[in-house]
């Protein structure tokens, strides 16, 4: 068959676990020249699919040129992973704020501590103390742009420059804002996660990760754990989650002019206690997002606390909505509702939980792309 004039304006799926080659020569280019030499032996190591994904999130996080700098995998935390064993190893030690999401707290506590990596918390308004809390041997700070499930901003140039003074690598995790909103590396990042079943993808359809690295070296490493590991994402996953990246702008500002006028209407509730929102400008860290992120955009993640704070008037809420079905994932393009306290947060210690502020009457809304009348009828009759 001759695919010569064959010239596809989408990239195929490349649904094939090993490539051919045609000689001795060609083999041993493929393990010793630069780049592999243009060529793909294993899917299992690289594949066009999901170079072509990171290619195409390195451009959208201002990766200049859009060159390959790092790894997609084959779910959110599995690239948490990537970028951990990439840069520690054991004896190491990394420093996270404690309001950090549930599963990024669950790995590296509970499974990379028994590599020897140590993790340690401290409130985010103290880390940018860096050195008070930095020891000898910490080799990486993991902080989220807005954190999940509370949206508190994190102070990105802020953290950078503690880190670069302190010589300790600085990887965020850009999920809940999506490189359409915020680019980490523009003020100092050093390497960006993002969990690309959420925004990347943005259909629901999809279970990936991604990690980009300013270091070419470290963006190496990243290639070199996602194949050892067997974390690279599959030719399927990586298409479709390409496809949702050629879509995020258009959706994030839908989201985001979605997400601002529920909290405008959850914020004048009677069945509300308190919202948490950076778009609104009484939230404490209004000024902070407006200044860092782009676009007037502030994201389509929010939480609120019930008036009547119990697990009861929650599952009431849950019940009642038709539009915000519960889900333990977020981003869709169909708005849902998580409840952090069984989800997200279910495997953190209670005391520790009750001091981040996660309660039993805390909902956390992923506000779709719908008409924002709908989702605003629903959630009155589901409050009422």
Known sequence: MNLTNIHPKVTPIYQTSVFKF????????????????????????????TEELVAAVARLEGVAGGALAGVATGAGLSGLLAAVLATCRAGDHVLCPAELYGGSVVLLSNELSRLGIETSYVPLADLYDLARHARPNTKLVLAEILSNPLLTVLDGPRLAAACQAEGVLLLIDNTFASPAISQPFSWGADMVWHSATKYLGGHSDVTAGLVLARDPAVAQRLRQVGGSLGLTLAPLESWLTLRGTKTLRLRMRQHSENALAVAQFLARHPAVGQVFYPGLPLDPGHALAAAQLRGGQFGGMLSFRLADDTAAAVDAFVQKSQLFPLAPSLAGVDSSCSYPLATSHRYIPDERRRALGITPGLIRLSVGIEEAGDLLADLSQALG
């Open 22 to 49: 045609a000689s001795l020569a060609e083999l041993e280019e493929y393990y010793t020249a630069p780049g592999r030499g243009g060529r793909y032996g294993y899917s299992r190591s690289e594949h066009p699919n």
